[in-house]
């Protein structure tokens, strides 16, 4: 079966979770916000300063979507 190319809204906010805590602990193993599993890759592809775009790769469930975050108002 193959997998859903978007993300939905849960998985989405997990991801927000999970990327937020990588830039307190960029040393962090993410995991995966479909699967669980923890060798989730994530490419910063931030070109913007309105917004941060992240693209996340995932081997364990094939996973391979791009999130984009606006950037939050200081
Ligand atoms: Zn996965």
């Not at 830039?23 to 910063?44: H, K, M, Y």
Request: charged residues 25%.
């Amino acid at each position: 079966m193959a997998p859903e190319p978007s993300l939905t809204s849960e998985e989405m906010s997990l991801a927000l979770i999970r990327i937020a805590a990588r830039q307190r602990e960029p040393d962090a193993a993410l995991s995966c916000p479909r699967c669980g599993w923890e060798g989730l890759f994530v490419i910063d592809r931030s070109q913007r300063p309105e917004s941060d775009v992240y693209v996340l790769s995932c081997s364990g469930c094939g996973l391979d979507a791009s999130l984009e975050v606006p950037a939050a108002d200081p």
